[in-house]
C-alpha cells in the first residue's frame, strides 16, 4: 500500500495498489525529497483518460520501474482534474522545454518544485517512435547524480521564464473584435467543419464567439461556416449517436473517430452552443442536438439529489479504448431483424470509421440521410425514420447492458457552475422546466457542499480556484435571470465580491488563476484550453453584474481586464476567441451607459425602458451593438 489509499480522488485512489510509493502533491514529500537529496517524478493525469491508463498497465505495474522509482526518486501522482493549477504550470513548463503537453504528463522536479525535464506518455520499453521510461529514469538519475549545478542553473532559469510571462496590455476595440473574428475564420475548415486539423477540438469558445457576431452582422460566410461545423460534429462520430452528448475530440479532421471520454466541461459548452444556435437559426436539428446533451448529462452525470459528477471514462479497460461506445456488423446484424439492420447498416457504418486497434469495431456515425436511403430501399422516408428511431432505442438498450465505463463522481464547483449555467441557457432555449427545476437544485447543492466553514472550496480540501468563483458566480446570475429570485443575485455579487478580493489583479488587470502562490507563481491568461478561459468569462460577468445591480465600479473592473488581455488574445486566434465573445456590450456600455430598451424575464416580446427597470427582470438587452444577456 501507497499513500494515495485515503485520497478522495478515484485516480489516485487507482494507483493505490501500485508497488511505487506514491505521495499525493504534499510538502510531505518535497521535504523529503530535500533531506535525502532526490529528484522528484511527478505524473499527472485523470481517470478518464486513456493514455493515463495505458501507462499505468504497462509502467507502474512494472517490478523494475518501482524499484528504480523507489530507490533513486520521490514519487508524487497529481490528478488534473483535482488540482488544475498545478496541472497548468508544469505543463506551461513542458511546453517551454519545446515538447507537446497533455496527458499522462511526466515531469521531473528538484525538491523546490521546479522543473528540469517532461513530456508525456513514456512507453515502458525503448521503441515505438521514442525513448521508454526505464530508459529515461536510468539517464535522468544519472544526470542529477553527476550534474547536479546544471540541474539546478537550467530549472531556475526556466522557473524564472513561466513567472516572468505578463500579458502585453493593449486597448480593446470593435477593430480588435472585427480582426479577431477575422482570425478565428482563417482556421475554419470548409471541408468538415470546425477549426484547425486533427487533432481536433469543437473549440467551443470560438463558435460562441462567432454565433454572437451572425446574430448582428448576419454574415452569410459566418453562417456557412457555424452550420457546417455544428452539423458536422453532429453528424459525425464525436457526437454518442446513441447516448447524445459529445466525446472529448475527434482524433480526426471529419469528426469520424473521437477520443472516447466524456467531460462535463466539453458538454457544458457545447450545450450552450446548440442552444444558441437554436435560438438564431431556427434549427430544430439544433434543439435536437441539444436535447441530447441534456440526456446524456442527466442519465450519466447528474446525482439525483442534485449536482452533476466530473466525467466519464473513455473505456473500460485500456486493451479496448471505446469498446463500450462501438459496433461491429456481425453484433448489429445479430440484435436487429433483417429489415432494420439493412436500414441501419446504411445509416449508421462505414468501414473507414473503425477504431485504429480493431478494424472490426466502428463508430456509429451518421454516414448518409433518411432521403437517399429511401432512393436504395424503396422505402418511403417517413418510414426509413420510424425505423432509424426504433433500431437506435435497441442499440441503446442494448449497449446499457454492456460494463460501463467508470464515472468520476467528484463534484467540483467550476464543472457544476457550467452546467448550471448552460441548463439553464437550454432551459430559456427549449422552454423545458425539468431542466429549470434540476439546476436549481443542483445550484442549491453546491452552495451548500462546496463551502467548508464559509470558504468556497474547488473540492473537499482544495480551496477554490478562479474558475469556480467565475462559474458559480455565472450560474447565480443565470438563477437570477430565469427566477427574478433576488436572493441569487445577492449570493452572486457576494461571491464575485469574494473573487476580486482574493484574485484581482489591481496593478495590472485580470484575474490571477489562483489566490496564493502555487509552485511559486500565480498565473493569468485568456487563452481557451479548450474550455473558455476563466478571465474572459469573468469579463462578461462583471459586465453583467454591473447591469444588474448599477454599480460602474464592476464595469470599470471589466474593462481594465479586457486592455489587460487585448494585445494577447489577438495572437492565438481561435484559441483565444471567447476574450471577444461579450466586448460590444462593454463598449455600449461605455458609449451609452446602456439606455436602450431590453426583454424581460421570460414574457417574450414585452419591453421597457432601462430607467424604470427593476433589476432582477434584466435578460436581454436590445441596444444596437451590444449582445449582453442574448
Not at 447492458?401 to 467540483?412: L, N, S
Not at 439606455?595 to 414585452?606: D, F, N, T, V
Request: hydrophobic share 35%; charged share 30%.
Amino acid at each position: 500500500m501507497n499513500r494515495l489509499e485515503k485520497e478522495k480522488s478515484s485516480y489516485l485512489q487507482h494507483a493505490a495498489h501500485q508497488k511505487i510509493d506514491w505521495y499525493p502533491w504534499s510538502e510531505e514529500a518535497f521535504d523529503r525529497a530535500s533531506k535525502e537529496d532526490k529528484p522528484v517524478f511527478l505524473s499527472i493525469g485523470a481517470v478518464w483518460c486513456h493514455w493515463c491508463h495505458v501507462m499505468a498497465k504497462e509502467s507502474f505495474e512494472s517490478d523494475e520501474v518501482a524499484r528504480l522509482l523507489n530507490d533513486h526518486y520521490i514519487a508524487v501522482k497529481v490528478d488534473r482534474d483535482e488540482r488544475p493549477d498545478v496541472d497548468k504550470r508544469y505543463q506551461q513548463a513542458v511546453a517551454a522545454m519545446g515538447r507537446s503537453g497533455g496527458w499522462p504528463l511526466t515531469v521531473f522536479l528538484t525538491a523546490d518544485k521546479k522543473p528540469f525535464y517532461g513530456g508525456t506518455y513514456f512507453p515502458l520499453h525503448d521503441g515505438r517512435g521514442g525513448v521508454g521510461l526505464k530508459t529515461v529514469l536510468r539517464t535522468i538519475n544519472d544526470f542529477y547524480r553527476t550534474k547536479k549545478a546544471e540541474v539546478y542553473e537550467n530549472s531556475e532559469k526556466l522557473h524564472r521564464i513561466l513567472k516572468e510571462q505578463t500579458p502585453q496590455k493593449g486597448k480593446m476595440s470593435e477593430a480588435l473584435i472585427d480582426e479577431a473574428a477575422g482570425s478565428v475564420m482563417k482556421g475554419f475548415d470548409g471541408r468538415h467543419g470546425g477549426f484547425g486539423r486533427a487533432p481536433k477540438f469543437p473549440m467551443s469558445g470560438a463558435i460562441e464567439f462567432l454565433l454572437n457576431r451572425y446574430y448582428f452582422t448576419k454574415d452569410e460566410n459566418l453562417e456557412y461556416a457555424l452550420k457546417k461545423t455544428l452539423l458536422a460534429m453532429a453528424t459525425g462520430g464525436f457526437y454518442d449517436q446513441l447516448g447524445g452528448g459529445f466525446h472529448r475530440y475527434s482524433t480526426d479532421e471529419a469528426w469520424t473517430v473521437p477520443h472516447f471520454e466524456k467531460m462535463a466541461d466539453d458538454n457544458a459548452w457545447l450545450l450552450r452552443n446548440y442552444a444558441d444556435a437554436y435560438s438564431i437559426f431556427g434549427d430544430s436539428y439544433f434543439k435536437k442536438i441539444g436535447e441530447g446533451i441534456l440526456f446524456f448529462t442527466g442519465k450519466e452525470l447528474s446525482d439525483p439529489e442534485g449536482g452533476f459528477y466530473a466525467s466519464m471514462d473513455a473505456d473500460v479497460t485500456p486493451d479496448d479504448e471505446g469498446g463500450y461506445f462501438t459496433w461491429t456488423e456481425e453484433e448489429m446484424r445479430k440484435l436487429l431483424p433483417p429489415d432494420e439492420y439493412g436500414v441501419l447498416s446504411l445509416y449508421y457504418l462505414k468501414k473507414s470509421n473503425a477504431v485504429h486497434h480493431d478494424e472490426t469495431k466502428l463508430v456509429l456515425n451518421i454516414c448518409r440521410d433518411t432521403s437517399e436511403i429511401a432512393g436504395l430501399t424503396n422505402i418511403d422516408a417517413d418510414a426509413v425514420r420510424a425505423v432509424v428511431e426504433v433500431g437506435r432505442r435497441k442499440l441503446l438498450v442494448e449497449r446499457d447492458k454492456r460494463q460501463k465505463p467508470f464515472i468520476d463522481k467528484a463534484m467540483y464547483t467550476s464543472l457544476n457552475g457550467m452546467l448550471i449555467s448552460a441548463y439553464l441557457k437550454a432551459y430559456r432555449a427549449f422552454g423545458d422546466r425539468v431542466v429549470r427545476d434540476f439546476a436549481l437544485k443542483s445550484l442549491e447543492r453546491v452552495l451548500i457542499d462546496n463551502y467548508e466553514d464559509g470558504m468556497l472550496m474547488h473540492t473537499k480540501g482544495v480551496k477554490a480556484l478562479l474558475e469556480d468563483y467565475i462559474y458559480l458566480t455565472d450560474a447565480l446570475l443565470s438563477a437570477y435571470e430565469v427566477t427574478g429570485d433576488r436572493r441569487y443575485l445577492t449570493r452572486g455579487q457576494s461571491v464575485m465580491d469574494a473573487c476580486l478580493e482574493s484574485f484581482y489583479d489591481e496593478t495590472g488587470g485580470g484575474f490571477f488563476d489562483t489566490e496564493e502562490e502555487v509552485v511559486g507563481m500565480r498565473l493569468k491568461g485568456i487563452e481557451d484550453s479548450p474550455r473558455p478561459s476563466a478571465n474572459s468569462a469573468a469579463a462578461m460577468v462583471l459586465v453583467k453584474l454591473a447591469l444588474m445591480v448599477g454599480n460602474e465600479r464592476y464595469h470599470l473592473l471589466a474593462e481594465k481586464s479586457l486592455n489587460a488581455f487585448s494585445s494577447d488574445a489577438q495572437l492565438i486566434g481561435a484559441h483565444g476567441a471567447y476574450f471577444f465573445r461579450r466586448p460590444r456590450c462593454l463598449l455600449s456600455f461605455s458609449q451609452a451607459r446602456c439606455s436602450g430598451h431590453i426583454r424581460i424575464g421570460s414574457r417574450e416580446g414585452s419591453q421597457i425602458p432601462v430607467s424604470s427597470l427593476p433589476h432582477h427582470s434584466i435578460w436581454r438587452r436590445q441596444k444596437q451593438g451590444c449582445s449582453l444577456c442574448r
